[in-house]
């Protein structure tokens, strides 16, 4: 079983992502933007987990890191983006289009700061909502299954 915890938009509040990963004690962090630099101190506190992050568009001057990360966990395809380059404040038709073209099991996002989660044809949008309020996502790979979970602190 694999534990990840999904953080946007924590924007300077290392505090509420620090408090978080300590309640939850994660496998692996996927930071969705706009706060990368909380991201980063939190894996100089616990290098024990895993990391994986975009920066959005409120990390302007972030340069070790990009705008769209594709990876594995499990052999579960993820597309991690902030979500501004594909404007989900206004759709989500744009980033469900390049999660079908990439053929990913989940795409994470942020920018919004509203927790959402929608199944679409073997697909899943999920955004953790605004760590700065308290929220969160946890992912929970187990067996082939992935269950998602809004939580708050």
Partial sequence: MKKILVLSDSHSYFDEALKIFEKEKPDIVIGAGDGIKDIDELSYVHPEAEYYMVKGNCDYFDRRHSEENLFEIDNVKIFLTHGHLYDVKRSLSSIKEIGKKL??????????????????????????????????G???LENGNIDLFHKQL
């Fill in 103 to 136: 053929n990913v099991s989940i795409v994470v996002f942020g920018h919004t700061h509203k927790p959402y989660i929608e199944k679409d044809e073997g697909m899943t949008l999920f955004n953790p909502g605004a760590t700065e309020d308290g929220r969160y």
């Fill in 138 to 140: 946890i992912i929970i």
